[in-house]
């Protein structure tokens, strides 16, 4: 099943710059080692391998997709699908008597390993010149969309460049369960006719009336939503709202009657996600007079299978860049604010089978929309996240950035600016940007683009990047058995040839002696003096504060405050002094890894519990507007109690992830502060 949601644009990322993180009280500096780029992402349920990407025996000057010249088309929307990528170089117009009469950009593919597909030697160019027009490149169905800058005419080609569909269409769409769209365009009369083809190019008998400016509906299940005339048994016109099959028969009838009395306060209404995929769709209700839609979930009989909604004032928006994959969609939950648009408040991952959400992600309290995007990979299904937020200074919309997450909301790929280098032989390298080319990866394939500083640079302008690489990514289920550099996102660390291989039973040389001291002044748990390196988890920070809390007081704390998602008791006790308040929904996520904002939240609600509330000072960082809303007191306030620092460049990386022994150096001088 193919989708048509694939429409976010591509955004290149801020900078992340490496940067030590804390200054012991010893004078020691931590320093964060970027990872080496891996080969492969290990997720819980999924992996995903990454190939370096290049095309080889380029002597034609062939280019990737993404730096097509301008000849009046528009960028694809994606340049890697089905085991192939676009590429492009420039070729000339001839007049009939083979004069220059212009260029345009000629189309090829690479396999995924780089090599040219496509021989334009064997094309009669009197015939065809196969180039760019169309806005999409996806191969669906084994097909892909071409355009002829001969005839100025659209056809389609096979993954070796063979013509299949002859050129004869103004417009033509992607391949949808065996079925695509295509348009002429009559321009002297006015009159648009569309055809729906089969994979070898023959037109289907739909009614000849079936509107051309249909564009969201597609076949799917063998039906295909409506809201155009049919013509009934008498030969009368009439209203029709539902779905036909391939020979233009009415199979769900939503309205079918006189056109005047169609209404969309007294019927179910079409979207743009009422085509049928794996058994559902979904229909629109406005039912009632609702200022608001509420979306109703229909299976392939017309029965209604359960209802995507929200209390007042909050509302639903469902599909379109949220998207949709088999029978799981995204459901954004917004709160009406009396303006155009309202506020964001979550996303939901949907079982539309069951109207069950199987994955929850409230927007921070400093974003303003977290965007998700959905792609089917075989039994499971992939989540790939980017969440937007206002700088602190301005309202500007930033993009904070892509994780790549499975279905229950395990992290599969991290943000990449926050853990990698491209040059591990230089120290301090980084990544400083990167893009999704093909905005999410597309049925298991995407290519990546990744820009790299080296720290001989100095600046802080992009034009700094030193290197730019190129990934192939490829999505399977399962865990990989295979050599490499694996990065494990369940774990945060690296294994294979060439990872770094700290012993995680001795705390880092930079932190040994502060975190043999906290362990002596009995303020570090059995469970924490171990894996120093890896990220502290939420509730490990909080058994850590119990302990800070309970030893300097020389109390035990009797209060609890209790969450749905777990039964620890350090996290209740630290949940009743309202050092946590949890994520939301009485949820406290305890597995959930700690970023040093959450810390510095956490460090100043502890002092101020303890009776001590530390001084705060501005905090003037580089990278201040990155720092949350929500956040940005409390990092001043860890900072005039010199519990946390920022380090080299001035930065304080607030999205990165905290440390056992980071939490346990922070621990130490909170001890040494208030014993």
């Known amino acids: 099943m193919k989708k048509r949601w694939k429409t976010i644009t591509s955004v290149v990322l801020s900078a992340a710059l490496l940067c030590p993180l804390l200054s012991a009280t010893s004078g020691a500096e931590e320093v964060v080692e970027r990872m080496p780029f891996p080969d492969v992402f290990q997720g819980k349920n999924m992996y995903i391998t990454a ?23 528009k960028n694809p929307e994606a340049v890697c699908s089905d085991g192939r990528v676009l590429i492009f170089k420039e070729g000339q117009l001839k007049d009939e008597q083979g004069y220059n009469i212009g260029t345009t950009a000629l189309i090829n593919f690479t396999d995924t390993d780089g090599n040219i597909i496509i021989d334009h030697s064997t094309y009669n160019y009197d015939e065809i010149i196969p180039a760019f027009g169309a806005e999409k490149f996806e191969f669906s169905d084994g097909l892909c969309s071409f355009y002829d800058a001969k005839t100025g005419k659209c056809g389609y080609m096979d993954r070796q460049g063979r013509i299949v569909v002859p050129p004869r269409y103004d417009h033509v769409d992607v391949f949808q369960d065996g079925i695509a769209k295509a348009w002429v365009y009559d321009r ?5 006719t569309v055809y729906y083809l089969d994979t070898a190019g023959n037109a289907l008998p739909v009614p000849e009336y079936l509107s051309p400016n249909n564009v969201n509906f597609w076949f799917g299940d063998g039906m295909m939503p409506t809201d155009n005339p049919l013509r009934n048994s008498a030969g009368k016109i009439e209203q029709f709202v539902g779905y036909i099959d391939t020979q233009g028969n009415p199979v769900i009838t939503i309205y079918r009657d006189a056109a005047y009395d169609y209404s969309r306060d007294k019927y179910l209404g079409l979207c743009n996600e009422s085509s049928f995929q794996d058994g559902y769709a979904v229909l629109e209700d406005l039912r009632g007079g609702r200022k608001y839609p509420a979306y109703v979930v229909i299976d392939t009989k017309g029965n209604e299978v359960c209802t995507l909604d929200a209390e007042p004032p909050y509302y639903v928006q469902v599909g379109g860049y949220r998207g949709r994959a088999g029978k799981y969609i995204g459901v954004e939950y917004l709160e009406s604010t009396g303006g155009q648009v309202g506020r964001d408040i979550r996303t939901a991952v949907v079982d539309m089978s069951t109207g069950r959400e199987v994955a929850n992600f409230p927007v921070p309290e400093n974003k303003n929309e977290r965007y998700t995007k959905l792609e089917h990979l075989g039994s499971s299904v992939m989540l790939t996240i980017e969440e937007n937020y206002s700088k602190i200074d301005g309202g500007i919309s930033v993009s904070n950035g892509y994780e790549v997450r499975e279905l229950d909301g395990s992290m599969l790929i991290p943000n990449l600016n926050e853990k990698f280098t491209l040059d591990p032989s230089h120290r301090g390298s980084y990544i400083n940007s990167y893009t999704y080319i093909d905005q999410e990866i597309i049925n298991g394939l995407g290519l990546l683009q990744v820009g790299g500083v080296n720290p001989a640079f100095t600046g802080s302008n992009f034009d700094d990047v030193s290197y730019t690489k190129l990934y192939i990514l490829e999505a399977h289920e399962g865990t990989y058995t295979g050599s490499g550099l694996v990065y494990n996102a369940v774990t945060g660390q690296m294994s294979g040839s060439g990872a770094p291989q700290p012993d995680g039973n001795t705390p880092s040389g930079w932190a040994a002696e502060q975190v043999n001291a906290a362990i002596s002044a009995g303020i570090v748990p059995d469970t924490l003096q171990s894996g120093y390196q890896q990220p502290i988890t939420r509730a490990e920070f909080c058994a850590l504060a119990v302990e800070l809390y309970e030893t300097v007081k020389g109390t035990e704390i009797t209060q609890r405050t209790t969450f749905t998602d777990t039964d ?15 994520v939301g929904g009485g949820r406290f996520e305890p597995n959930g890894t700690l970023t040093r904002e959450q810390a510095a939240t956490m460090l100043a609600r502890l002092a101020a519990a303890m009776g001590s509330p530390m001084t705060a000072q501005t905090p003037a960082f580089a990278d201040n507007a990155s720092i949350s809303t929500w956040a940005f007191d409390a990092v001043g306030q860890v900072l005039g109690g010199g519990v946390m620092s920022g380090g080299s460049n001035n930065m304080f990386l607030p999205k990165e992830n905290y ?9 130490m001088r909170m001890y040494n502060l208030f014993r």
């Not at 002297?188 to 648009?192: D, F, R, S």
């Not at 350090?570 to 308040?581: I, P, R, S």
């Open 659 to 667: 440390t056992r022994e980071q939490s346990i150096l922070t621990m």
């Open 51 to 73: 190939k370096p990407y290049e095309i080889k025996n380029n002597s034609e000057g062939w280019i990737l997709g993404t730096e097509l010249p301008n000849y009046g088309y």
């Open 188 to 192: 002297e009369n006015g009159v648009t």
């Open 568 to 582: 620890d008791v350090n996290v209740q006790k630290m949940g009743a002094l309202e050092v946590v308040t949890g």
